[in-house]
Nanobody, 118 residues
């Protein structure tokens, strides 16, 4: 299984970005998907998750109302729409997938850099 993120960039505060994560060598609809992020010197933290067919989503409090996770199973891709970006959103954003509804994630991407300037 491979997960490849894209869409990271340098953006000004208040701007928007849309991240993508494309999966290969897997039946994508069997995976629950999530986005995490890791800023320099900080632990990796959960951002958002989406169930296999997109019926259920959940978000970290610090992104509620600003970020939206979605997926297109026909394209084997999960998205993260990020609006009203803040400098503290600067991090490497990673996507992850798991077969189970809970517990550890089975697969991880390499990440894409998001930098928000003030």
């Amino acid at each position: 299984v491979q997960l490849v993120e894209s869409g990271g960039a340098l953006v000004q505060a208040g701007g928007s970005l849309r991240l993508s994560c494309k999966a290969s060598d897997v039946t994508f609809s069997m995976l629950n998907m999530a986005w995490f992020r890791q800023a320099p010197g900080k632990d990796r933290e959960f951002v958002a998750r989406i169930s296999r067919f997109g019926l259920t989503t959940s978000y970290a409090d610090f992104v509620k109302g600003r970020f939206t996770i979605s997926r297109d199973n026909a394209q084997n891709t999960v998205f993260l729409q990020m609006n009203s970006l803040k400098p503290e959103d600067t991090a490497v954003y990673l996507c992850a997938g798991r077969y189970n509804n809970y517990g550890e994630y089975d697969f991880w991407g390499q990440g894409t850099q998001v930098t928000v300037s003030s």
